[in-house]
């Protein structure tokens, strides 16, 4: 009895050492800020073509990796939609002060599926807890600013898909590919496994399923919901059919576009002269909640950004001006990324922007890399 007990506890103590361990090793890899990760992972993965980075100043090309290769946007996508705001707000469409529902808003939430993105939003955007509406311009601001995936489908349905694509066409980004309602495509694989009668059926339709189709069924989903909302219980079945096989083929058939594309965004968005000045006065109050804070009031002109991920990716578009007139704009898109690498890669990335903003030799060095 004693020798069990002995063993019992020395298989305990061995199970905690090596949990202790492997959580110091986890600690000591994310470790204190990095700018430099960023280079590293670019130089180690440019040959999978799972990363892009296009980066200018001052009108010159700095860096050009894998600029035209496709690779799925997450939330990134969301500044298209932002754009198109602006725009019928500017053509007067729109009211950016009109009070929008909550309870419009929350068709279209899917709990545990946004990183309590729209849950800090309305604490943020809530005076008290009995507003039942928002205007319409904070709406929109907690789509960039939160990054809510709800407030984004509910302004697809406001603004309509096909003014949305269709400034895709303006912008003349010819690779871009359609953007639909990505909340929506959340309950495709619900719906596919209740046809298939199997969770495996239903990943090996999704999988082979043409993305022409699957494109028309997160439409059709979307129409839906505006008709027939889904309850509670509903909302948390489609949450546990969504395991980690769908969500990766969700976040695979994301609507794809080039870093090279997005950095001739920014720079619309950074020069203030591609757009109407009506168009800015929209705009920027989205866009740049960056300069909210009076800190990077003190060096920066003005600055946007967004960014976006998913289990599996992590992108990044932002373009700034300081107070000396430098101008910068940077897109940087991953894909199929271990959870490790996105974790080193959302902690890294806000210092490599901060330290190519900020430092001459550091935007040398960059430069270097990719010249060779």
Known sequence: MKIALWITVGFVVVVALVAGVGIWIFQKQIGKEDPEYIIQFLKENVDKGNVAATIHYNQEKWVQVNEDQLLPLASAVKTIIAIEYAEQAAAGKIDPNQEI?????????????????????????????????????????GMIVYSSNANTE???H?????????????????SHEPIYPIVSALAIPQQIIQEEGSKKAALDKLKNMDMKEYRELTIATHKEWLQQP???????????????DFQKVWSDRLPRATTAEYVSIMEKLNTKSHFSENVYTYLDPVMEGLMENPNNQEWLAHAGQKGG?????????????????????????ANDLSTMEQIKLSKNMNAFQLKFLTDEDFRKKVKKVWSQ
């Open 158 to 174: 406001l603004l309509g898909l096909e003014n949305i694509n269709q400034t895709l066409e303006d912008l003349q980004l010819s």
């Open 101 to 141: 529902p909550l309870n419009d808003l929350e068709i279209f939430y899917i709990p545990k599926t946004d990183g309590g993105a729209h849950q800090a939003w309305l604490k943020d955007v809530k005076i008290d807890q009995q507003m039942e509406t928002v205007p319409l311009k904070e709406v929109t601001k």
């Open 154 to 156: 509910y302004l697809i």
């Open 230 to 244: 889904l309850n509670a219980q509903e909302k948390k079945q489609l949450i546990k059919d969504l395991n980690m």
């Open 309 to 333: 991920s998913t289990a599996f990716v992590l992108t990044m578009a932002m373009y700034a001006t300081d107070q000396e007139g430098n101008q910068t704009e940077l897109a940087f898109f």
